[in-house]
């Protein structure tokens, strides 16, 4: 969802001037307040110095693109996992 | 300006688009981009406009006449989906020399590479994810996006291929 609040961020920008106007007057933590990002998503990208609010957009994407990465990573499930319980099992009916 | 990779620009470029499409409310193929053009929003009302004309120069340019709204000047005697995508990719030059695409850094974000950023553009404004997606659903096949999308057979190729890749 993070990214695609990010999208419709930049897509609203290009008819919304209003956005634009929040970013060059430092206001642009109360805009990112308002979308679905984590708490600690919305201090960093609303943290972020840019020269521009397509230069921010960019920094914004690098961002929660490397979020969004980790968040996958972590969710993954480990290899060694799903084979453990086997190798265990077949270990034990060895014993026995 | 920071550096940008040709992925990033291309998010941001359809993003751009995206933005335009959603405004237009365009729920199915063809995006009317020669309607956007001639009944702009408010913000872009002295920036876009079609011009006719007769040239064997170019197909599409943008230009801003001093003291006058900057118009797409189009050739006339141009197939359909070639003017279509014409005005959609002459639209980008459109949207960076405007007030408000100064005001958000378009011009040092897009100028370098502006022909590839102007195309690029183009096929997201005319061939949106979400419409491609959902002619994807309906079992939509390569050899009627041309004609679903009424854009020049090459462009719906590479539209369908960057589609694709972005689904996987």
Known sequence: MTMQALNQLVARSIIDPAIVQSFSTGRIGEL????????????RLSGLKASSWAEYAVLAYRVVKATERATVRVELPSPAEGLLPEQRKSGEERVA | MIPVTSEERQWFLSNL?????????????????EEILKHPPSLYESDFGVVDMYSNLWDATFAR???????VFVR????????????AREMLSALITSKHGRAMGLSDFLM?????????????????????????????RL??????????????????????????
């Open chain 2, 17 to 33: 688009a995206l933005g335009l499409v959603e405004y237009m409310g365009v729920a199915e193929p063809p995006v009317p981009v």
């Open chain 2, 65 to 71: 006449p001093p003291t006058q709204r900057g118009s």
């Open chain 2, 112 to 140: 370098t590479d502006l022909r590839e950023s102007a195309e690029f553009f183009a096929r997201k404004l005319l061939m949106p994810e979400t419409l491609v997606t959902a002619f994807r659903r309906r079992k939509g």
């Open chain 1, 32 to 43: 990112i307040s308002d979308l679905d990002f984590s708490a600690e998503l919305r201090e």
């Open chain 2, 76 to 87: 006339i005697d141009l197939p359909p989906d070639e003017r279509r995508f014409a005005l």
């Open chain 2, 143 to 168: 050899q009627s996006v041309s004609e679903t999308f009424q854009v020049p057979p090459p462009v719906a190729s590479m539209g369908w291929d960057e589609s694709s890749a972005a689904l996987n």
